[in-house]
């Protein structure tokens, strides 16, 4: 029926608006969702979930550089390198998950 | 693809240091990988509290808790404000 049609186009262009004007996140939760779901004991995450999971990543990221740039800053440096990560990863217990994994 | 994209993480890194300094490209790749990793360790804990306790989707207070029990505790206060605030922008945006 027409009356159908109409409403559905309505409803898409309401989604296509809100997800262009509300960015809640820094980091996609789309992509986060693909991350999630490669975690094959993981039925379903829900959207709280998943947007929960992109606000902490985002702190762990600015909490990483963060601690890593002590190092940078302890040797004198200006710019940030893998070897100050590496060194915060064997030094902070918060990172130690981060140890052993195959990095490039 | 199972990275976040390198300019979203970049852009989160530059906002964590001081205006002066740069980052090498290797540290931001390093860090793209290692957020990978961090999804899927917190994915993993609240996970295997929900197959305890016999759901199967992983909600918000499950997250809470893995960030707990991880030894994240002190993310657990703004997340909860995050989460009070994503309601509100849901609620608002469903009755409006």
Not at chain 1, 9 to 37: C, F, H, M, Y
Not at chain 1, 68 to 96: G, M, N, S
């Amino acid at each position: 029926m027409a009356g159908n049609e109409e409403v559905l186009d309505e409803e898409k262009q309401l989604n296509e608006n809100a997800n262009a004007s509300i960015r809640l996140t820094k980091l996609p939760q789309t992509r986060v969702r693909n991350i999630i779901k490669l975690d094959h004991d993981v039925t379903l995450a829900s959207s709280e979930a998943v947007y929960l999971i992109t606000k902490t990543t985002e702190l762990f990221v600015e909490y990483f550089t963060k601690e890593a740039h002590k190092r940078t800053v302890e040797y004198k440096r200006k710019t940030l390198q893998r070897k100050d990560l590496d060194d915060a990863i064997k030094t902070t217990d918060h990172f130690a998950f981060l140890e052993d994994i195959p990095l490039d | 693809d199972r990275f976040l994209p390198i300019a979203n993480v970049n852009r989160i890194m530059k906002a964590a240091l001081p205006k002066v300094g740069k980052i090498a490209k290797d540290a931001k790749e390093c860090v793209q990988e290692c957020v990978s990793e961090f999804v899927s360790f917190i994915t993993s804990e609240a996970s295997d509290r929900c197959q305890q306790e016999k759901r199967k989707t992983i909600n918000g207070e499950d997250i809470l808790f893995a960030m707990s029990s991880l030894g994240f505790d002190n993310y657990i206060e703004p997340l909860k404000m995050y989460l009070t605030k994503y309601r509100e922008v849901c609620f608002n945006y469903f009755t409006n």
